[in-house]
């Protein structure tokens, strides 16, 4: 019976057929953040993940292109549900922004599952240059300057990108380096603390 | 006459006199210092600290112990011009302590020869448990705990550890990922608007 079946391949699974190509790039994506989130930027590669996708490295860059544009499609993933309720938290007054940015930031960053992506991004950015530059680009186009738009101040962007430092500093404090008391606090204490300084960054004169 | 000299052996320097033994120390930190700032937590090992020192790797590990408390005394280093200021921003009045601190931290950031350390740090403790055991003990005791002592009041280490976020996060945005406007931001603006919001948490009821 075994006799039967063909040996497989070690480490380099068949192509997969074009009929199975969405399937086969959503593998691959989802290879992508889980290998980027265990290893960093540095240790990933585009050979690592064909071989986590069961595919092969050539259908990796067909699809992605470089090891850095497949970096910016798995942050895309990673960011996704902060831009998914982005446009909820601008479009509602501007007198309650400061408290609807923090508390969607916090529920991302309480949630384990939306958590690992986004200390994966956080890792790879501080230490690579390239990572940097895609974080940098999601970030600003895709958050800041577009809270900044819904301000309509002449310094709008420094503002947004002041209040995005005070969350980014708590993220990086309560659950990178896990400073006590801070990392155990509870989370609505730190909103009440954090939601009026992002408030004030945004729109006091 | 260089078939008197006998062969030196490679990759091996000659173990340091101990007369030669603070200088030899010295070496150590400093190549230690230079050897985390430029590859990272991860890459360094004691054989090349020991190496770009000019001594024995026995010679490091009798001085420092593990890599870990080698990267700890390095640490130190990089944290010591902060300390070296730290009890005169904590001595004067407490309604000035926030831009004190502000403009303190920023001089350090702004500084290149006291801002490559940092990021050293700060790039190792993101990606490294060990280092961000480190970080967290000597940010914690040396310069959080210290602050909230001076402000003797019940939640004093959570209010010094929110104020450090603020100043985390805008490091992290402006030298870090660089993201503009913050990255090419006049210093004197920021702090401007970041120094009342370091006061708040510090001292507002």
Known sequence: MTSATPPRRRGRPPRTKSADAPA??????????EEFSERGYDKTSMRGIAKAAGVDSALVHHYFGTKEQMFEAAVEV????VLSVRDSVLEGPLDGVGERL??????????PTTRKPLLAVVRSAVNHEAAAAVFRRLLATQLLYRIARRLDLPDAELRAELAAAQLVG???LRYVIKVEPLASADPEQIIARIAPVVQGHLTLP
């Open 24 to 33: 086969a790039r959503d593998r691959i994506l989802a290879a992508a953040r």
């Open 170 to 172: 708590v993220a990086m």
């Open 102 to 111: 923090t508390r969607t930031i916090f529920g991302f960053w309480e949630n």
């Open 78 to 81: 990673a960011f996704s549900p």
